[in-house]
């Protein structure tokens, strides 16, 4: 079991699995599972693990109202701190320092770039990526492509934020789904 995956490539892809509540696999540019995911509800938490599940780094819900989220690394450090301003997501070093924002427009489909602007990544779905993952065939459920330009960035930090914006993503999702489901019960009366 690789306890240090190698986190340098230009392509990683995960697989969300929410009937699992969020547990799937992290997948390199040559298609190999390298780590994994995994979505606690209580605490609210995402660990990305190794694949002997040792705990590479935990993402932590700090406020649940204002969509603020701590990625710590395996020691608990703090890495960075993800927080929702209007419509934007903004990264924060421990001192305050902004390193990157994004506004997700479109359900996985996006691109986060550096608090100077220039591009970092881009995230979509994988049936874009067919000229990356030539020949594969993910698993049952969506899959979530990761293209880096940047060489220089903690690629298991920002693994973390697109992490964090799917949970906030789908979590919006449920919300609305039981607004339609209360509106469909109808009136009381």
């Known amino acids: 079991m690789n306890d240090s ?27 190999e599972i390298i780590a994994k995911y995994r979505h606690w509800e209580e605490p609210a938490r995402i660990e990305i693990l190794t694949l002997s599940n040792k705990i590479q780094s935990t993402i932590f819900r700090t406020k649940k109202s204002n969509k603020k989220f701590e990625i710590r690394d395996k020691e608990l ?21 902004k390193i990157l924002e994004t ?17 970092i990544t881009k995230v979509k779905n994988t049936r874009f990526w067919s000229e990356v993952f030539k020949g594969v065939t993910f698993e049952f459920g969506d899959t979530i492509g990761i293209e880096f330009y940047d060489t220089i960035i903690n690629r298991l930090l920002i693994i973390g934020v697109v992490l964090i914006l799917d949970w906030i993503d789908y979590e919006d999702f449920l ?8 509106f469909i019960g109808g009136y009381p009366g």
């Open 5 to 31: 995956p190698n986190y340098s490539g230009k392509y990683y892809a995960y697989r969300k699995n929410y009937y699992n509540w969020g547990q799937g696999p992290i997948y390199n540019e040559n298609a």
């Open 77 to 97: 450090l703090i890495m960075g701190t993800l927080k929702q301003k209007s419509s934007k997501f903004v990264l924060e070093t421990p001192n305050k320092n």
């Open 103 to 119: 506004s997700p427009t479109k359900k996985d489909d996006y691109e986060i770039s550096s608090s100077l602007g220039a591009k």
């Open 175 to 182: 919300l609305l789904l039981n607004r339609r489901i209360s």
